[in-house]
Each structure stands twice: as structure tokens, then as C-alpha cells.
């Protein structure tokens, strides 16, 4: 009999009962819930009794008995049943019947804790305005960190409105480092003490006026902070020398006046530098690097292998490539869970590629990984006192699971290799929107995105009192913070907490893939995407009927519009829902080519049709694997799978299809 892993634990004390995390697909914990949301509201109310009694009250007993009051509140009552009513036609994210998007069920931690902070409204842009959750803001900033392998004195981290942002937040640090050391140089100039020193990527250190622009921009990102807190710590004047480095900066100056000085200073101003990214990049890269002025055109892809992890030895190449032509590398982005295969790269072969390319090309770059959605997939290589599990624990608490697989653990413990890293709460968290979170390994490098920056290097007992002055967003839900701060409390980041919630969702998405990889399609053709590295499952879908890729194509969107809310099908019509992507060949390049030929098609027909339309199944809801009573997930959903494939042929081909042949 193979364990269920939503209710093992329930007969071990020591384990948290993961179904007592979430409120339930059927409500099956309201009362405790309606019980704490009734707590944490009266006691907001007696907070605002006990404050000042002695004022007494604004609105008198009698007062509230005047026919405008009375009209007033009696708006309110039934506008709310009328919201209550239009939110049904919202998606059923906490039933197990939905495998769409990136949602699920929240802890209900989170969301008490959301709503119980809400009524008291902090904002985190400053402490003034949030006394009590910007320390814990910053305090589950740490936590992310402490799982991810950060040095805990040297960290700097915060949440952010999701990943896009956090990403955004990286780059435009990894910008701003990269070119660090040309402002550096100039303010030596101008501050006349250009024999000051900087270590190179050989390790030697040499005086910044000595050197050529390649030399500045491949500076490893350590020494060039290490360089600049030097250079206005040691300076007579370190208020003057922070301004001078400052004007000179790539921030004050912006793109093109950094640009004309670059050329008058080193005559040949070297191509721009890059950014790459696998070709299974978030679509938020390319918005960030418009937004920051680094140009669409600088970012490169980088193709992924058959498993859609990024090739590292196509990073390898394409390094060696840059290196000869010239041209700097500001940031390598590795993906911890891609938005469409949940494929993780391999960080830890990526960590060397990047310490093989110092060392042989002298090329020097910021790593970050983009683990918006695998972050908290981290917490499995976390004993419960913090320190590492081996990889053969972890292995032995999925069995007879063999998941997670070594490559998968090696990367994910690779993370603390990392310049900066982007985990989103808001997704494998189980927690409210708006929490993604955004960890740098090196706390100083905010100062090179802060605005006003009178401590620039300098530590300040309470420097973090404006987080607004560090960050790219202003106000910002405390509520936020307080949800992931109370989830965290009753989920731990190790093993034995997240670990378990993510590893039962992972191993469900296997269940899921064994099921459509198994099954008997006849006559059409189900194609799976090989064996997921966390809890998204991917599929292709053809029929011999369907002479062209386009038309395939055409199947999977009319598959995907009778299992999502979409033109006039409303969720209760909905047995089960899913998403659909398209792997664009511009991007994915021929790593879908496999599939592409087992479903009868060739790489012309892939290129002719741009891509292939594949089916996307993110499995985050915990009760998938384990549902219930009646409700056979797996069997269902390919129940309603088989059901849906004969319409939509019927809808493709524009004819009816014998039901028959359809359902041998
Ligand atoms: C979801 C996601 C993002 C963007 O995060 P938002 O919170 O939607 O802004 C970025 N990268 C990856 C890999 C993601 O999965």
C-alpha cells in the first residue's frame, strides 16, 4: 500500500498535520477559523475603546438611528451581498479540481494573519508608520535567507509586490555594481587619488587609473563594494567623498551621459553588456530590462536541454563567445522552478561555469536565480536546527517517491552561491498577494539603489527605519508581511515544514504525470514533457485526424477553453480546470522537438507553426494527491481529459466524430 502523505502524519505527534494548515477544500476547518477572525476582531475593536477612553465617542447610540445613517448602512449591507454574489464567478482555487494557475488554497495563517493586521493598516514604506511589521518584514527576509544559505550578518532582504519586482530589484543592482568601479574611478580622479586599488578577477590588485574599461567591468561584485566602502571610509572627508561618488555613478548620470563619458574616457566604450537568462526565462526579464534601459537586445537566451533546464554547456559557449567579442556579462540568471515546467536548473554547474569563466576568460558577472516559484522548494534541504540534510534523507523521506532527484537537491542547495535571489511568497508559500521577496548576499549593495544615502557603507543602528528609502516600491501592505510572518511561524522553512507541504504537492505532480503518461489515449496521441523537478506537468495532445501542427495546436486551445473559465463558461461548468502555454520555438529553441516528432510532426512544421501548445497542470493544492472521501483526482481528471479531447476534435475538425471510435 503506497502512504498517503497529507495524512501520515497523523498518527505521529512530533509531524504537523498538513490538513490542519488550510481552511479546506470544504470548509472542513471553519470554526476554528471563524473563531480566530472573530478574535482578532474584537480585539481590534477593544484596542480602539482602551485608546484614550476619555475621549469618548464620535457617533452617539441615537445617532445611528437617522434615516441617512440608517440608508447608509443599509447600502453598505446589501452591496456586500451583491460583491458576495459577483465573487462566485471568481476561480475555485481551493479545490483540488483546479490545477490552473499558480494558486492554491492559503494557510490560514496567512490569511488570519492578514486580515487581523489589515484592521490596524501599517504601512511598510517606514517604520513611523509600521512600527511592528517592518521588523517582521525584514525578520521573514532573514528566514528566507537563513534557508537559502545567506551569511545571516551580511544578508539584506525585503518583500516586494511579487517576483517581477524582486527580479527587477536584482538587476538593477547587478547594473549598478557592475559599473561601481567606472564611477569609481572617476571619482578617484576627481578626488585626485587615482592610485587607488581595486582587485581584479585574477586576484591581483591594481590601481584604478591602470586600468582598462574590460579590466573595471569584470571587477568581481565583492571587490568593487569592498573598493567603494574603502574609498569613503578611508577618505579625510567621507560625506564628500560618498557626493563625489555618487555624481559619477551610472544612477545619477543615467545611460547616455554614462555612455558619452565612457568613450571620451576609454576611447572605446566596448559593446553593452548582457544579461542571460535560460530561454525559459519568466516574461518579466524582458520588461526589466526595458524598464532599466538595458535594452530588450541585451538579453540572450540561453537554450535548455530536453529536461528544459538551462544547457551549461551552452553557458559555457556562450561566455566564451562574449569573452572574445568583448562584450560584459552583467548578470547570469539561473531559474529555480521555470512558470511552465517547474524545470530547475543546475545552479550548482552554473556556480562553476561562472568560477570557471573568472578564472580562464577573466570574466566577472552577478549571479542570481529566479526561484519566484522553487524557493520555498529549499526548506527540503533544511534539518529543523537549520543545517544541511544530506541529499539521502531527503530522499528516504519521499519514499517510495524517489523524488526529489540528486541534480534537482544539488541545485537547490546551490542557491547559497547566489549574488541575489528572488522567492516569491505569494506562490509556494501558500500565502496571500502581494509577498514576493528579493535577498541580496551582500547588504551593501543597497546603498548603490538608495536614494539620499547618508550612511552610504556605514552601519547604522536603526538604518532600516525608512525601508522606502532602500527599495524601488513605496507603501506597502504591512498586512503582507504579518501573513507570511504568521505562516512561517506555523510552517517552518526546513523539512519538517514547507518541506513537506512542497514535497506532497511535488510528488502528487508525479502521480499525475505516471497517470497521463499510462493512459490509454487511443486514438489520440497524449504526449507528456519529461518527469517535472517540481509540481508543474505539462502535456501535448494530437490526433491522427490532424494533418498539421497548427491544427494540434488548435486542439490543445480548444481542450484548454473547456477546462478554464473562458468566453462563456463560468467555473460551476468547469470540471476541472487547467492552463495552456505555448513553447515558442524563438525561445525554446528545439528542446520540445521530441515531442513535437512523437505527436507526427518535424522540425519544419514546429518552425512554420512557432511552437507547440502544450496543456499546463500546476499541482500546488495539497488535497490533490490525497483528496478525500469520494473525489479520485487522478481518475477524475482523466475521466473529464478523455470527455473534453472528443469535443474539442469535434470543435477543430468542425464535424462530428464518431463517439465510438473516440472512446475504445
Ligand atoms: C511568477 C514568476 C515570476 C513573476 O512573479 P510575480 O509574482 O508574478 O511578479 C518571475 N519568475 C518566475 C520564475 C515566476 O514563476
Redesign the pocket.
Known amino acids: 500500500m503506497s502512504p498517503d502523505p497529507v495524512r501520515d502524519s497523523a498518527s505521529s505527534p512530533s509531524k504537523i498535520d498538513l490538513r490542519s494548515l488550510f481552511l479546506g477544500p470544504k470548509g472542513e476547518n471553519a470554526d476554528v477559523f471563524e473563531r480566530l477572525l472573530l478574535e482578532a476582531f474584537r480585539d481590534h475593536v477593544f484596542w480602539r475603546r482602551n485608546f484614550h477612553p476619555e475621549d469618548g465617542f464620535a457617533v452617539g447610540e441615537m445617532e445611528r438611528h437617522t434615516p441617512a445613517y440608517e440608508r447608509s448602512l443599509h447600502v453598505l449591507s446589501q452591496e456586500l451581498l451583491g460583491l458576495l454574489g459577483e465573487l462566485k464567478a471568481g476561480i475555485p482555487f481551493f479545490s483540488p479540481r483546479y490545477v490552473g494557475h499558480?494558486n492554491a488554497d492559503l494557510t490560514m495563517a496567512s490569511l488570519i494573519g492578514y486580515f487581523a493586521t489589515m484592521l490596524y493598516n501599517p504601512n511598510n514604506v517606514a517604520t513611523e508608520a509600521s512600527p511592528v511589521t517592518t521588523r517582521m518584514e525584514l525578520e521573514v527576509a532573514a528566514q528566507l535567507a537563513a534557508m537559502v544559505g545567506y551569511d545571516p550578518e551580511l544578508q539584506w532582504g525585503h518583500l516586494t509586490?511579487?517576483?517581477?519586482?524582486?527580479?527587477f530589484e536584482a538587476l538593477w543592482v547587478a547594473r549598478n555594481v557592475k559599473y561601481l568601479p567606472v564611477a569609481l574611478r572617476w571619482a578617484c580622479e576627481q578626488a585626485g587619488c587615482g592610485d587607488f586599488r581595486l582587485r581584479l578577477a585574477s586576484g591581483e590588485r591594481a590601481a584604478v587609473g591602470d586600468l582598462d574599461l574590460w579590466q573595471l567591468l569584470n571587477a568581481p561584485c565583492g571587490s568593487t563594494l569592498d573598493a567603494a566602502s574603502r574609498f569613503c571610509d578611508e577618505a579625510d572627508d567621507p560625506a564628500a567623498a560618498v557626493a563625489i561618488l555618487g555624481r559619477n555613478t551610472l544612477a545619477s548620470l543615467g545611460y547616455q551621459e554614462f555612455g558619452r563619458r565612457l568613450t571620451r574616457s576609454f576611447g572605446d566604450s566596448l559593446p553593452p553588456a548582457v544579461i542571460l537568462v535560460p530561454s525559459t526565462?519568466?516574461y518579466?526579464w524582458e520588461k526589466i530590462a526595458h524598464s532599466l534601459g538595458v535594452g530588450g537586445a541585451q538579453l540572450v537566451h540561453v537554450p535548455v536541454d530536453s529536461r528544459f533546464r538551462m544547457d551549461t554547456g551552452a553557458l559555457e559557449e556562450a561566455l566564451r563567445r562574449l569573452a572574445a567579442e568583448r562584450r560584459p556579462v552583467m548578470a547570469c540568471v539561473a531559474?529555480l522552478?521555470?512558470?511552465e515546467e517547474s524545470a530547475v536548473d543546475r545552479l550548482d554547474r552554473v556556480a562553476e561555469v561562472r568560477e570557471g569563466s573568472r578564472a580562464e576568460l577573466g570574466l566577472c558577472f552577478h549571479l542570481h536565480a529566479?526561484?519566484?516559484?522553487g524557493g520555498y522548494a529549499i526548506s527540503i534541504t533544511r534539518d529543523a536546527d537549520g543545517s544541511r540534510r544530506s541529499y539521502e534523507s531527503a530522499l528516504a523521506a519521499s519514499a517510495p517517491e524517489a523524488w526529489p532527484r540528486e541534480g534537482v537537491y544539488r541545485a537547490l542547495c546551490a542557491a547559497e552561491l547566489t549574488d541575489s535571489i528572488?522567492i516569491?511568497p505569494?506562490?509556494l508559500g501558500w500565502v496571500p498577494y502581494p509577498a514576493?521577496a528579493i535577498l541580496f548576499r551582500d547588504r551593501r549593495v543597497r546603498e548603490l539603489v538608495s536614494v539620499e544615502a547618508p550612511y552610504l557603507f556605514h552601519e547604522g543602528g536603526s538604518e532600516w527605519r525608512n525601508l522606502g528609502r532602500f527599495i524601488f516600491e513605496g507603501s506597502k501592505p504591512g498586512a503582507a508581511a504579518a501573513g507570511v510572518w504568521m505562516s512561517h511561524k506555523v510552517l517552518p522553512l526546513h523539512a519538517e515544514g514547507y518541506g513537506r507541504l512542497v514535497s506532497v504537492t511535488c510528488k502528487a505532480a508525479l502521480a499525475l504525470h505516471r497517470r497521463l503518461a499510462s493512459g490509454d489515449w487511443e486514438p489520440f496521441v497524449l504526449r507528456v514533457l519529461p518527469t517535472p523537478d517540481l509540481n508543474l506537468v505539462c502535456f501535448a495532445v494530437g490526433h491522427p485526424d490532424l494533418r498539421s501542427l497548427e491544427q494540434t495546436n488548435a486542439l490543445v486551445g480548444a481542450v484548454y477553453r473547456r477546462m478554464s473559465v473562458s468566453g462563456d463558461r463560468t467555473a460551476r461548468q468547469v470540471e476541472y480546470f487547467v492552463t495552456k502555454t505555448v513553447l515558442r520555438a524563438a525561445e525554446y529553441g528545439e528542446a520540445p522537438l521530441p515531442i513535437v516528432e512523437d505527436l507526427g510532426f518535424g522540425r519544419d512544421d514546429y518552425r512554420r507553426a512557432g511552437g507547440l501548445g502544450v496543456i499546463r497542470c500546476t499541482v500546488m493544492n495539497p488535497f490533490v494527491g490525497s483528496p478525500g472521501d469520494r473525489l479520485d483526482f487522478l481518475e477524475g481528471f482523466a475521466k473529464a481529459l478523455q470527455r473534453v479531447l472528443g469535443e474539442a476534435l469535434e470543435e477543430v475538425l468542425g464535424r462530428r466524430v464518431q463517439r465510438s471510435s473516440l472512446l475504445t
Open positions: 499558480m509586490s511579487g517576483g517581477t519586482v524582486a527580479n526565462a519568466h518579466s531559474v522552478g521555470t512558470t529566479d526561484a519566484a516559484w528572488t516569491d505569494h506562490k514576493g
